[in-house]
């Protein structure tokens, strides 16, 4: 069975501009979160989504968003970027049977360089 | 809020045994993560311990529990090279549906 894919892998983008990544789960997961890792803060939780709605959101200025879509694929959206955006993007699916999400496995992220 | 403490590093010998240390605060976790990170990558999934168990093990892995302290432990048995990578301990917060990690352990396996 096919892992968590992301794309792109690596992407360099200058202040203002906006970005958008791109998480496919495993099959048949219908959960997706997103995390952002940097040295400074670590890994910190970003949103997650199941069944196309936005359950849970972190502490991340709105400029940060999302979006899932009916075949479980999720996107996630920087917009006015900042230097202080730059960081390793980490995607995680899970099946979420019920009502815990069960474990959650991880993307090889998107590693995001703010110029 | 919650909260997950790791140390920053650990260094051994390999075919020693490594003991990464966690502690958490969350009084409502109910499964609780090791990951394994390397070098440019993602996240690896190593093993996970329901908040009911107080020790899991996973052939080189054994986990350990205590509840009362909250504090958690992954032993990796027979050290070798190829465990060098960052180790982090992640506590599912059941309310949210979210991890929160540690700031992870950076583990070095000297020959």
């Known amino acids: 069975k096919a892992g968590v894919t992301q794309t792109p892998r690596y992407l360099i983008k200058t202040r203002g501009q906006q970005v958008t990544l791109s998480c496919s789960p495993i099959s048949g997961h219908r959960s997706v979160s997103w995390y952002q890792q940097t040295p400074g803060q670590g890994l910190q939780f970003l949103f997650e989504y199941f069944s196309e709605t936005q359950r849970n959101k972190g502490n991340f200025p709105g400029r940060f968003s999302g979006r899932q879509f009916s075949n479980s694929r999720s996107e996630m959206n920087v917009s006015t970027l900042e230097l202080g955006d730059s960081a390793l993007y980490l995607c995680a699916s899970s099946l979420a049977r019920g009502v815990v999400t069960d474990t959650q496995y991880f993307g090889p992220g998107t590693r995001l360089t703010v110029l | 809020g919650e909260d997950v403490e790791q140390s920053l590093f650990l260094s051994v010998r390999e075919g020693d045994s490594s003991v990464i240390n966690c502690t958490y605060t969350?009084?409502?976790?109910?499964?609780l993560y090791w990951y394994k990170q390397e070098p440019g990558a993602g996240l690896q999934l190593l093993t996970y311990?329901?908040?009911?168990?107080d020790m899991k093990q996973d052939q080189r892995l054994t986990v350990l529990l205590n509840k009362k302290d909250k504090h958690l432990s992954l032993r990796i048995a027979d050290t070798q090279t190829g465990d060098s990578a960052i180790y982090f301990c992640?506590?599912?917060?059941?309310?949210?549906?979210?991890?929160?990690f540690g700031s992870g352990t950076r583990l070095l396996v000297r020959p």
């Open positions: 311990i329901f908040s009911n168990m």
């Open positions: 992640a506590d599912l917060v059941d309310s949210s549906y979210k991890l929160i």
């Open positions: 969350d009084s409502s976790s109910t499964y």
